[in-house]
Nanobody, 123 residues
């Protein structure tokens, strides 16, 4: 069983930055492709970014390219999401999850979700 714990969310003004962390339990973290999703009130869960087990392949949705950076430290069993130039539209609960198969963009292709961390961007 793998457990994921997100942290680093908070309230920030537009244009500010936050770094989210997702700490994983288990010895096989380094073999997983990891993803970040977000869900705003009344909206479906949305793909943000994913990173391969080695970190050499990265995928991100167009709305965050150039602003968000996904990275990982396998020695620390942690994946990060550095978020810069935040906008009010980025307000959501952010989740990390382990990719299983298929398209990176669909949450149904991920397992072992964390509890989420709230990010609120004020204008």
């Amino acid at each position: 069983q793998v457990q994921l714990v997100e942290s680093g969310g908070g309230l920030v003004q537009a244009g500010g930055s936050l770094r989210l962390s997702c700490a994983a339990s288990g010895r096989t973290f380094s073999t997983y492709t990891m993803g970040w999703f977000r869900q705003a009130p009344g909206k479906e869960r949305e793909f943000v970014a994913a990173i391969s087990w080695s970190g050499d392949r990265i995928y991100a949705t167009d709305s965050v390219k150039g602003r968000f950076t996904i990275s990982r430290d396998n020695a620390k069993n942690t994946v990060y999401l550095q978020m810069n130039s935040l906008k009010p539209d980025d307000t959501a609960v952010y989740y990390c999850a382990i990719y299983t198969a298929g398209s990176y963009y669909f949450p149904t292709n991920y397992a072992y979700w964390g509890q989420g961390t709230q990010v609120t961007v004020s204008s």
